[in-house]
């Protein structure tokens, strides 16, 4: 699978838009965008994934860049419990089957 | 939503003790279970893969012979740690899909080892 950069770390505040950017600049073709978070001592959950379109579900937002090299995952409304890793994984469709390879992800704090 | 338990979700035990973990998808048909392992302000790091029936595939530097895997339903996996010592504590997590690539891969909330 192809790698991808995230910041290490990002600070919000209660209330307000968050946008964790992640940089995929050797995307394949096939590769879908995976977002996955992991909340203190528990284990990741699925957030949102999309190939070229931008994708809009109850917990938040992927916008994909045009040439699909970077995106962005948006909370519109950051609630201290959206205080978790994030995590921006590409995976090819054709091995759709194997394991989510992880990386170090962002570490999003969210302040009252 | 499709949900995966995982059990237990803390443990203590004496180095050379043998600990089971069990992973069960509650909703779903699990054809392919995944186990990881999480080292304090780490990342997930893959320690296998098994398909319903199959052997487990171990992913490079994770010995079989210490880390048990059995996947032997649909709907439970299980890893058993042997032999267990203090450098096996770490927080295991289990994952599982089913034949429908479009869906998620779905987690467990982990178990935490810790050995003494």
């Known amino acids: 699978d192809a790698k991808t950069t995230q910041p290490n770390s990002m600070e919000s505040n209660e209330e307000e838009p968050v946008h964790l950017p992640c940089n995929h600049s050797?995307?394949?073709?096939?590769?879908?965008i995976h977002w996955y978070r992991q909340l203190p001592s528990q284990g990741p959950e699925y957030v949102i994934h999309?190939?070229?379109s931008n994708v809009n579900n109850r917990m938040a937002s992927l916008a994909i860049a045009e040439d699909r090299k970077s995106s962005t995952l948006i909370l519109h409304r950051a609630t201290l419990r959206d205080a978790a890793v994030y995590y921006c994984?590409?995976?090819?469709?054709?091995?759709?089957?194997?394991?989510?390879?992880f990386g170090k992800g962002t570490t999003l704090s969210v302040s009252s | 939503g499709a949900v995966v338990s995982q059990h237990p979700s803390w443990v203590i035990c004496k180095s050379g003790t043998s600990v089971k973990i069990e992973c069960r998808s509650l909703?779903?048909?699990?054809?392919?279970m995944f186990w990881y392992r999480q080292f304090p302000k780490q990342s997930l790091m893959l320690m296998a893969t098994s398909n319903e029936g199959s052997k487990a595939t171990y992913e490079q530097g994770v010995e079989k012979d210490k880390f048990l895997i059995n996947h032997a339903s649909l709907t439970l996996s299980t890893l058993t740690v042997t032999s267990a010592h203090p450098e096996d504590s770490s927080f295991y997590i289990c994952?599982?899909?089913?034949?429908?690539?479009?869906?998620?891969?779905?987690f467990g909330d982990g178990t935490r080892l810790s050995i003494l």
């Open positions: 994952s599982a899909r089913n034949r429908d690539l479009n869906q998620p891969q779905h």
């Open positions: 999309g190939l070229t």
């Open positions: 994984i590409l995976r090819d469709v054709f091995q759709a089957g194997t394991a989510l390879i």
């Open positions: 909703d779903f048909q699990a054809t392919t």
């Open positions: 050797t995307i394949s073709g096939t590769d879908y």
